[in-house]
């Protein structure tokens, strides 16, 4: 006994798997092609042919891909690209390497290796501030007022 199954339920289940695959990668395009299925079916539900559905969900899928595109380009030239970590204050624990001025400072509650700026002197419990941030290494600068408590 052959089983029918109709192309509705077909692009459904298509266009529902992709978007729960989607809510796992955060990428939006499997968003788009989900979306593009789910139409699909519900051209497929009006009873319009397989080459309708198929044209509804490329165009969709397309549109829907060039759309995410311009807006994830449009999204990446603009905003500060500063880190936030920048101006936070850090407390000086002890050097690590004094003659290549790294050192072990405590920030958010946790020990963190800083690079410290040439011009500054800090003594154990000095309070520094952030000045940038290089892979997971803060760069700390000028001593802010006295010792942390």
Do not use: C, H, K
């Amino acid at each position: 006994m052959a089983m029918d199954i109709r192309p509705e339920v077909v692009w459904l289940v298509a266009g529902f798997v992709l978007v729960i695959v989607e809510l796992m990668t955060g990428t939006f395009y499997l968003l788009i092609f989900g979306v593009a299925a789910l139409l699909a079916a519900a051209a497929a539900w009006a009873g319009a042919s397989f080459a309708v559905q198929a044209i509804v969900a490329t165009i969709v899928a397309i549109v829907g891909s060039f759309v995410v595109r311009q807006r994830r380009l449009s999204l990446q030239g603009t905003g500060d690209n500063t880190p936030m970590d920048v101006g936070q204050a850090v407390v000086f624990e002890t050097w690590v390497d004094e003659a290549s001025r790294i050192a072990r400072v405590r920030y958010r509650g946790a020990p963190w290796e800083a690079e410290v700026a040439a011009g500054a002197t800090p003594a154990a419990g000095n309070m520094l501030t952030i000045s940038d941030v290089r892979g997971n290494r803060l760069v700390v600068g000028t001593v802010v007022g006295g010792r942390a408590r």
